[in-house]
């Protein structure tokens, strides 16, 4: 017996709008996930980069083993450290934010270092002869002035804490990267190809936002 002509789920086809309007909920539900894990992770990372990224810049001596520190954590296997993090975390979402987070830091203190760096050191004597401490010269001077670079690190590890989040599948966390793990065990065409177009939209659409933000906070930066 086969399919009606119709019945692109019955006929297991790549591209499907039965399955969109069939599994409307499911999808939604894998979407908010994907974006909690997403959004707490990087926002967890860059609250550790941000004083790990100072303190590289204000004594010389923590560049070397801050950068070397998360240099090697982002050469770990993702299925590795999941492993290393399992014992703390057991099989829940932390384990998967600890995870992003960790990855993220790389990209992270590397842009705002280098942001802290490029901050021309006669900006910051004039700075200082305005009667800026060095507080006021960090919030007022230094970190703007390093936002752009600050920035391009956070729209890259925001777009490849989207991608990793599909990895938490292995844990039952993984956002649609549960629906993709799922479809591919079962071969399901039309839920690993919507899945995977939905990773790929999210990422866009959080790279697109952040850009966004960057051309709004440093309005010099525009040619």
């Avoid at 309007?21 to 980069?49: K, M, N, P």
């Avoid at 990209?107 to 200082?128: C, D, H, S």
């Avoid at 039309?190 to 999210?202: D, E, G, K, N, P």
Wanted: charged fraction near 10%; glycine fraction near 8%; aromatic fraction near 6%.
């Amino acid at each position: 017996m086969t399919a009606p002509p119709d019945d692109c789920l019955a006929r297991n086809e790549w591209i499907c709008g039965a399955y969109l309007s069939s599994r409307r909920e499911i999808l939604w539900e894998a979407v908010l996930q994907h974006l909690q894990l997403t959004v707490i992770s990087v926002l967890l990372g860059l609250l550790i980069a941000v004083p790990l990224a100072i303190a590289a810049r204000r004594w010389r001596w923590a560049a070397a083993p801050v950068l070397g520190l998360t240099t090697v954590l982002y050469t770990i296997p993702s299925l590795a450290m999941f492993s290393l993090l399992l014992p703390v975390y057991g099989l829940s979402a932390s384990l998967v934010i600890a995870g992003l987070v960790l990855y993220s830091l790389t990209l992270l203190v590397r842009n705002l270092l280098a942001g802290l760096r490029a901050v021309p050191e006669e900006t910051r004597q004039a700075a200082r002869g305005m009667g800026y401490g060095p507080i006021r010269l960090l919030l007022g001077v230094e970190l703007p002035l390093a936002l752009p670079a600050a920035m391009a690190g956070l729209r890259i590890a925001t777009v490849s804490a989207v991608s990793l989040v599909t990895v938490g599948a292995i844990v039952g966390h993984g956002g649609l990267g549960n629906l993709i793990y799922s479809g591919m065990n079962t071969y399901f065409k039309a839920q690993v190809l919507t899945a995977s177009v939905l990773c790929v939209i999210i990422a866009i659409a959080a790279d697109l936002i952040l850009l966004g933000a960057q051309r709004l906070l440093t309005p010099w930066t525009r040619v």
